[in-house]
């Protein structure tokens, strides 16, 4: 189990000290700017003013003293192209913070009146708002573009019209201009859970996005499907247990409650059409998720396949430096994306959308993959899948990826490793030509294991290999100007997957 009680922490202080550390230093480990990142992530979700402004305002500092410094060549454009980069995050951070949102948008504009409207009736469609506000839909569709780069509304589908909502962000901006009062009901807390087939992970969130609390339980879900259902159940109380407020909340149905699992899930229904992953036999596939854990639990309950979880996570909190015509690659056992369309996270007809693992990059003599065909990606470029590569190779019992990355150290195995991440890396690198090609996203954010996804080669060797493979043959593969995507990568875990559990239920659950 692990625990990390946390509401309302003086991040700014926490910002400074980061700064002060890295201003120590001669030359600035990417775990330091790591650590950063992750702070000014942070303060984005709460619109934490200060602590983003002492960040950018830090960061400007050390870019001078650094770049100036006295070094190699090398070891100066290594640290230049990390201060820039952090710079542009706190740069884009401060864009999308109420006051300086403030300073584009005139109290009587269009912006603030399609924010309002949405704000009084959640769910709108683009003909009903140009209604409202006496303009074409062409018009509506701009300007919710525009708010929906700025974190301010999401969009769904509705039959064949857009649905409008506002985001918690959105909320906090007419709230800080004083055009709406808080309001006395609707949805206070929010719980995420991350759902592995071995584990469960949960947070509970407040509206500005602040985690409470995190737990991490293992669990082993075999048997029936009543039996998973008050598993799940037992894990939800007990993150309730640890939030009394979220649990007396609850009690007048403020609380709301979202999950995510790796599989197919059809978003309306919140039912587990199929999870290959998960078990064979076991009671997942078929399973209405949604509606029993609502039953269960009695919190209003919405149920996310992980990518498209963690697209619209990518949205709300800049991963996607403001696009919003992105994909979210989730790299783990399995692969899934999340297209996000003109900032609309794109399901399908049936939910199934993005589901690139099961794209074949090999030929039907490939491996075996959960689902029952052969050469499937994640077949070949999943975590296990590059775990049992490894031990095909070496003859060496490898359990799962971290094995096989110990290997990597081997004098008489790193090549066989090299090779084996070489090979997953460029089936990734075809996956995603095909993603490009067919979606044409204006870039990708793939989220995997540290020690495949990570910026910093020199702590995670296996990352420059990996990822190396993965751009190069992106770009072999991609048709036309989907050569120049951006692949930007992050680092992934159950914390976030659970975070990101959270933020669909704030987007689709009613809060007013």
């Known amino acids: 189990m692990s625990e990390s009680p946390g509401p309302k922490r003086d991040r700014l202080s926490e910002v400074q000290a980061a700064l002060e550390e890295m201003e120590a230093e001669r030359a600035i480990p990417p775990q330091q700017f790591s650590s950063l990142a992750m702070l000014v992530t942070d303060a984005s979700l709460t619109a934490d003013e200060p602590a983003i402004q002492a960040a950018h305002d830090g960061l400007r500092r050390?870019?001078?003293?650094?770049?100036?410094?006295?070094?190699?060549?090398?070891?100066?454009?290594?640290?230049?192209?990390?201060?820039?980069?952090?710079?542009?995050?706190?740069?884009?951070?401060?864009?999308?913070?109420?006051?300086?949102l403030q300073l584009n948008f005139t109290p009587h504009g269009h912006p603030v009146s399609f924010l309002l409207e949405v704000a009084k009736e959640p769910g709108l469609s683009n003909e009903q708002l140009a209604g409202r506000l006496k303009v074409d839909a062409t018009e509506i569709s701009r300007i919710g573009r525009r708010l929906t780069a700025a974190?301010?509304?999401?969009?769904?589908?509705?039959?064949?019209?857009?649905?409008?909502?506002?985001?918690?962000?959105?909320?906090?901006?007419?709230?800080?201009?004083?055009?709406?009062?808080?309001?006395?009901?609707g949805i206070d807390y929010c719980l995420g859970v991350k759902v592995r087939p071995e584990s469960l992970t949960g947070v509970v969130t407040d509206a500005s996005a602040e985690v409470y609390i995190s737990l991490h339980r293992q669990a082993r879900f075999d048997g029936s499907q009543e039996k998973l259902i008050q598993g799940l159940a037992r894990f939800v109380h007990e993150l309730l247990d640890?939030?009394?407020?979220?649990?007396?909340?609850?009690?007048?149905?403020?609380?709301?409650?979202?999950?995510?699992?790796?599989?197919?899930?059809?978003t309306d229904s919140g039912d587990v059409v199929k999870a290959p992953n998960y078990?064979?036999?076991?009671?997942?596939?078929?399973?209405?998720?949604?509606?029993?854990?609502?039953?269960?639990?009695?919190?209003?309950?919405?149920?996310?396949?992980?990518?498209?979880?963690?697209?619209?996570?990518?949205?709300?909190v800049g991963d996607a430096d403001g696009?919003?015509?992105?994909?979210?690659?989730?790299?783990?056992?399995?692969?899934?994306?999340?297209?996000?369309?003109?900032?609309?996270?794109?399901?399908?007809?049936?939910?199934?959308?993005?589901?690139?693992?099961?794209?074949?990059?090999?030929?039907?003599?490939?491996?075996?993959?959960?689902?029952?065909?052969?050469?499937?990606?994640?077949?070949?470029?999943?975590?296990?899948?590059?775990?049992?590569?490894?031990?095909?190779?070496s003859g060496d019992p490898v359990p799962d990826l971290a094995r096989a990355l110990v290997l990597l150290k081997s004098d008489d195995r790193g090549k066989l490793v090299e090779e084996a991440l070489t090979e997953a890396g460029r089936a990734l690198g075809r996956g995603l030509a095909d993603l490009l090609n067919l979606?044409?996203?204006?870039?990708v954010v793939l989220y995997g294991p540290e020690p495949l996804v990570s910026e910093d080669h020199e702590r995670f060797p296996a990352a420059k290999v990996f990822m190396t493979a993965v751009r190069r043959?992106?770009?072999?593969?991609?048709?036309?100007?989907?050569r120049d995507v951006v692949i930007v990568t992050r680092p992934y875990d159950d914390e976030l997957g659970a975070r990101a559990a959270a933020a669909v239920a704030w987007n689709r659950l009613d809060q007013d």
């Open 242 to 266: 640890k939030v009394p407020a979220a649990a007396e909340a609850a009690k007048s149905g403020r609380t709301g409650l979202g999950v995510e699992i790796g599989g197919h899930v059809a």
């Open 151 to 185: 974190g301010l509304v999401w969009k769904s589908r509705q039959w064949r019209h857009n649905a409008w909502s506002l985001t918690p962000r959105g909320t906090q901006y007419l709230e800080s201009v004083g055009l709406i009062a808080p309001p006395p009901g």
């Open 62 to 100: 050390l870019y001078g003293h650094h770049v100036r410094a006295d070094r190699d060549q090398a070891e100066r454009a290594e640290q230049r192209g990390h201060l820039l980069g952090m710079l542009d995050m706190t740069t884009w951070a401060l864009r999308r913070l109420p006051s300086a």
């Open 323 to 393: 696009s919003s015509d992105f994909a979210a690659v989730v790299l783990d056992k399995g692969i899934g994306a999340g297209l996000m369309v003109d900032g609309e996270i794109l399901h399908g007809a049936s939910g199934a959308a993005g589901e690139i693992g099961h794209v074949v990059v090999e030929n039907y003599q490939g491996h075996e993959c959960s689902c029952g065909n052969k050469g499937c990606l994640e077949s070949v470029a999943g975590s296990d899948a590059i775990a049992r590569r490894v031990q095909e190779m």
């Open 473 to 482: 043959t992106s770009i072999e593969h991609a048709f036309s100007t989907a």
């Open 439 to 443: 979606a044409n996203p204006d870039r």
């Open 279 to 316: 078990a064979d036999d076991g009671p997942w596939s078929g399973l209405s998720l949604g509606e029993l854990l609502r039953k269960a639990t009695a919190l209003p309950t919405v149920v996310e396949n992980d990518a498209n979880a963690m697209a619209q996570l990518a949205l709300a």
